[in-house]
């Protein structure tokens, strides 16, 4: 999988030192981050969220998380840290505090913990030899789980930044994580196809519970059932139940599969549900966002799943991959980002085009 191009087209500097180091220099520690960053252009947005609140949308920049207000009509706080690719962001169940994932590719996975009443650092860890992924608190709020490009599976407490658990048992880089209703278990999937159940207390296997058919990039829970949502390499999107009702067998049925939904023409790479869990939305390699409607007709069952269901919308105006979306929890906004660095947000269920915001503040190069 080509990595994200997230520095391209984008000159940015810390206190007039350039940021953009030489080979010579890549196993060197990355700098100290004691100024905001110095954007040209927009970077490439891979990670957006609102608040549990409403109040709040957190989108990624350069060394940066970037809080708005939720319409996007100011700036917050800039939460500057040491990873320069920031690859997943999660609130804590009960908004008190933010987690940050990502770290520099092939030098560090990094977590942080930040205090969203005051917007300060409460603990930063290296845990990775490599970029972190897919950030998702447990339920009650005591454990963060992580993907990452070593292929492990982290569960990290909250907010000491201890690493309770390494799971190894994906055999490539893993994007998503989520976990059970109960905090006790994790799930978690990447490109080697299994989405794995695990207990999080000391990582014993419980389950793949789905038959190995495509890459997946993107994993959403359900807020109201013990389901889960996954999309990737094949644009297929499917939903599954998170425990096991049907015995396994050697023919390697998909027994856990509850629902798909008519196919998408391209590689999928975010996936999210609205706060009540009727709709969802996924978008990727296409220039446009696709929200349907959870429930796409009949009673689904262990090995009686609904097969196809069209979009209910199709969101235009993208230029290039979408690479993360979110609902606002009242569900009437969709915001998007992706390749072409701008944030937008389309009005639900009309997928009216509210407005298109570059997030970063941009600095017009001094002429000689």
Known sequence: MKRRQFMLGMVS????????????????????????????????????????????????????????????????????????????IAYSPDGKMLAVVGGSPARFGEVQFWDTTTNTLLKAVEVAPDSLFGASFSPDGKLLGCGGADSAVRVISVPDGKVKLKFDNHSDWTFATTWATDSKHILSTGRDRAIKLVVAENGSFVD???????AFRAMAHHPK???????????????????????????????????SYDAIPFQLNALVFSKDGTMFAAGGEGNVVSVFRTDNGGEAKPDKPVIGGKPLLTLMGHKGTVHTLAFHPDGKTLATGGFDGLVRTYEIPSGRLIGSYVPVPITKPTAK
Do not use: C, W
């Not at 793949?208 to 495509?214: E, G, K, L, P, V």
């Open 13 to 88: 500097t810390f206190s007039g030192a350039s940021l953009l180091r030489p080979l010579s220099a890549q196993n060197t520690p990355a700098p100290s981050i004691t100024a905001p960053p110095i954007y040209r252009v927009p970077p490439v947005v891979t990670a957006l969220l609102y608040s549990p609140d409403g109040s709040t949308l957190a989108v990624s920049g350069y060394h940066e998380v970037i809080l708005h207000k939720a319409d996007m009509t100011g700036t917050l706080a800039r939460l500057m840290g040491k990873s320069d690719r920031i690859e997943s």
């Open 208 to 214: 793949d519970i789905n038959t190995h058919t495509s």
């Open 225 to 259: 059932a013990e389901q889960v949502l996954v999309a990737g390499d094949d644009g297929l999107i499917r939903l599954y139940q998170v425990f096991r009702s049907t015995p396994r067998t050697m023919n390697q049925e998909d027994h856990n599969l509850l629902r």
